[in-house]
């Protein structure tokens, strides 16, 4: 049985394709042309297929076989290359993985942008993203589960949790164009909403037990989260509260209406970056941080601030 190919000779391979000649593949790597020859001969004796065609050409030329090893080739190169810079990373003090954990309250082009620009900046970082309630969030901070979340802020027990407000979210009592409250053509109040059916998202991590936020309805819908919450109403079951950037194109397009309901409290609400004590974040985690900061700020006009953990509700 013939041993396994070595990176070396992969790496040599490469390197004669990419310079065109045995001769050229020699001097790049500063090895006589008979080493180079006899390290492909080896390989091709491994592998057991010729990677280049040996008569009447004055340039190597590939095989059939070749350019499927090439293929190959150039992935495992890449790999090692990924390999080295992720290790350099590591010991840079740069993050392997980073897990982050964020509610729907942080508007959806903002984190796209950001976390496209994350991924051309911190290319060696897995980046793991749970999307979910107030207190999913917080769970995930509190238990190691996440490095850094973002979202709402509130307080729970004497966890070592520290906040920074990174800006501001507003919700907005929204229905579909053909919900009965959307054709009332007027402003409505608690007697007109009592017997709708209200969509709420709840809290699956159970650190929000009995805490509803903006529930006015005696008929209530519960869903796991804002994404199924807004379909649903835009399906017209129901009627409730979703994220300013979520609704904005559904209302410029009629297929929501913004309900003119006084009573729903539609003020901005601020939003925090979050982190246990205990496990401060690494230079990436510090970088979305920022850069959320940055696009909220530049977004809304507000202005962040540290702080200890305030009572803030997650409106749903």
């Known amino acids: ?75 495992l190169h890449g790999d090692l290359d990924l390999m080295h810079a992720r290790l350099k990373a590591l010991n840079d003090g740069l993050e392997g993985e980073l897990s982050v954990a964020m509610t729907g309250i942080v508007p959806s082009d903002i984190v796209i942008d950001v976390l496209s620009t994350f991924r051309s900046r911190y290319p ?14 917080m769970d995930a901070v509190i238990h190691g589960r996440a490095a850094v979340g973002f979202g709402g802020a509130m307080t729970i027990g004497n966890n070592p949790i520290l906040s920074q407000q990174i800006g501001h979210s507003a919700a907005f009592p929204v229905a579909s164009s053909k919900h009965p409250l959307a054709k009332l053509g007027r402003s409505i109040d ?45 399906g017209g079951l129901g009627w409730g509260g979703l994220p300013e950037s979520l609704v904005k194109e559904d209302i410029s397009n009629g297929r929501l209406i913004h309900l003119d309901f006084p009573a729903f409290d539609q003020s901005q609400h601020p939003i925090f970056a979050i982190h246990n004590v205990a496990n401060p974040p690494g230079p990436a985690a510090r970088w979305l941080t920022s850069e959320f900061r940055e696009r909220l ?11 200890s953990i305030p009572v803030s509700g997650e409106h749903r």
Not at 200 to 229: C, H, I, M, P, Q
């Open 1 to 75: 049985m013939q041993p396994h190919p070595t990176l070396d000779q992969f790496h040599v391979f490469l390197t004669v394709v990419d310079k065109g000649s045995f001769s050229a593949a020699s001097r790049a790597l500063n090895r006589t042309q008979s080493v180079i020859s006899y390290t492909i001969a080896n390989l091709e004796a491994q592998l057991g297929v010729p990677l280049f065609f040996r008569s009447g050409t004055k340039r190597p030329e590939l095989t059939e076989a070749g350019r499927s090893v090439l293929e190959d080739a150039r992935r």
């Open 190 to 234: 608690l007697f007109d909403v009592r017997d709708e059916t209200q969509l709420v998202v709840y809290d699956a991590s159970g650190l929000t037990k009995g805490r509803d936020f903006n529930v006015f309805s005696l008929k209530t819908w519960r869903v796991s989260d804002n994404a199924t919450k807004h379909s649903f109403i835009r």
């Open 297 to 307: 700020v530049g977004a809304k006009g507000s202005r962040g601030s540290a702080c």
């Open 124 to 137: 060696t970082v897995t980046l793991n993203v749970t999307v979910g309630t107030l207190g999913i969030v």
